[in-house]
Nanobody, 126 residues
Framework: VQLVESGGGYVQAGDSLRVSCAAS????????MGWFRQVPGKEREFVAA????????NYADTVQGRFIISRQNSRNTVYLRMNSLKPEDTAVYYC????????????????????WGQGTQVTVSS
């Protein structure tokens, strides 16, 4: 299984950016997908999640209304569109896959995800 993030970069506050995560080696529609982020010295935190068919999405309060998660199952890819970026959004962004079989799992808990990508750096300058 591989999850490969791309699209990170250096932007100014107020800009937009889209990061992508391409999955391989797993039946993509058997997995919910999530985005998390982490800064040095802090725990990895939940950003957004989308269920297997894209019909249900969830967001952290800090990004609600600014970020949009989506997926394209025909391309085994999940996206995170980030608008109105702030310096505090600076982090390494990770995508993760969670198999759908266990309905009691949390979409926001890092321990409830099965596979992780290597991350992509997003830096927002003020």
């Amino acid at each position: 299984v591989q999850l490969v993030e791309s699209g990170g970069g250096y932007v100014q506050a107020g800009d937009s950016l889209r990061v992508s995560c391409a999955a391989s080696g797993l039946p993509f529609t058997d997995y919910n997908m999530g985005w998390f982020r982490q800064v040095p010295g802090k725990e990895r935190e939940f950003v957004a999640a989308v269920n297997w068919n894209g019909a249900d999405t969830n967001y952290a309060d800090t990004v609600q209304g600014r970020f949009i998660i989506s997926r394209q199952n025909s391309r085994n890819t999940v996206y995170l569109r980030m608008n109105s970026l702030k310096p505090e959004d600076t982090a390494v962004y990770y995508c993760a896959a969670q198999i759908t079989y266990y309905s009691e799992r949390s979409y926001s808990a890092t321990n409830d995800y099965d596979y992780w990508g290597q991350g992509t750096q997003v830096t927002v300058s003020s």
